[in-house]
């Protein structure tokens, strides 16, 4: 899998758009999530963070794709 530049934005906690990475390739459904926040950044990094520090790291990294995305 591979991430394409920061083309693609996600809704954040308080419906903010927040940017993304654009996932291609084979990238696993199960694993989407867990990459891309592996390569976010700034106020999406920080948007991330506070999804950890509520819910866990295991509860935000089940997170659906279609959420994030």
Known sequence: ????????????????????????????????????????QGRTLTWWNGRIASMGIDAANGTPWTEVR
Not at 5 to 21: F, I, K, M, N, T
Not at 24 to 33: F, I, L, S, Y
Request: glycine share 16%.
């Open 1 to 40: 899998a591979r991430v394409d530049g920061a083309g693609a934005d996600g809704a954040g906690v308080s419906g903010a758009r927040l940017a993304v990475p654009k996932i291609t390739g084979d990238c696993k459904e199960r694993d989407k999530v867990k990459f891309v926040t592996a390569t976010i």
